[in-house]
């Protein structure tokens, strides 16, 4: 495992055991050797999707594309956190990103407590003009809702989502950027990382998947100390 995971992993570690009435989490740090079995297509499958350099790569061909917007397009890798209600990813978001089409994101499957599907939350990296005329992390609750700029280009950003209050918490780098309380949302079934193929080839990098049940102090203290570590470590560029 390399330094800047160690650091981060030793400051989380701090964080679960000061909070371990409040937290059971699982942590996916995607080092060289780990095992990606457990996750399995959702639509469409990316043209690659590896671990490289103890980070997860996912590969987009831009000419696998059906183009016109296909249902298809959209080619990810599902995971199942039945019963979690947090779950967060470092998602590199490359300055080459540049055109006006959807990129890449962290959606979930909300379930509520007959544990039926009830919201598609979804933080998605999208170029300029797509929903909004400044690129950003777009924000989907039921449609295309807020988009937030919190975020750095040619970095590593954390973007997480906690069920709270009956419905969906989004954050961005440690803020809460957006909240709804009408899905009735209770926790998340499954993960989906995955991009949007607009015709254009790229890869998306992930590390440090997270998932569990946490409790509202519990959330605060894993989110503010995330962001510490992430602070504290230098990530490869």
Known sequence: MNLSKLVKLA??????MTMSSHATLVTKTFDNGDSLADFYVDRAAPASFQIVGN????????????GGGSFYDTQGMKLDITGSNYVSVDMFIDSAWTNSERFAGL??????????ISSYPI??????????????????DNAWVDLSTLFNLDE???IAYKAANNGVQYFVNGTMVYSET???????GEVILNAKNDGNSFDVRYDNLTYGVVSEPGALALLSLGMLAMGLRRRKS
Do not use: Y
């Open 123 to 140: 933080l998605e990296f999208q170029g300029a003009g797509v929903t909004d005329p400044s690129a950003g992390l777009a924000i989907w």
């Open 156 to 158: 590593f950003n954390t």
């Open 11 to 16: 400051v989380l570690g701090s964080a679960f």
């Open 107 to 116: 959606w979930g499957v909300g379930r509520n407590a007959a544990n039926d």
């Open 182 to 188: 009408a899905s009735a949302t209770i926790s998340f």
């Open 55 to 66: 980070e997860l790569v996912m590969g987009i061909d831009g000419s696998t594309s059906t």
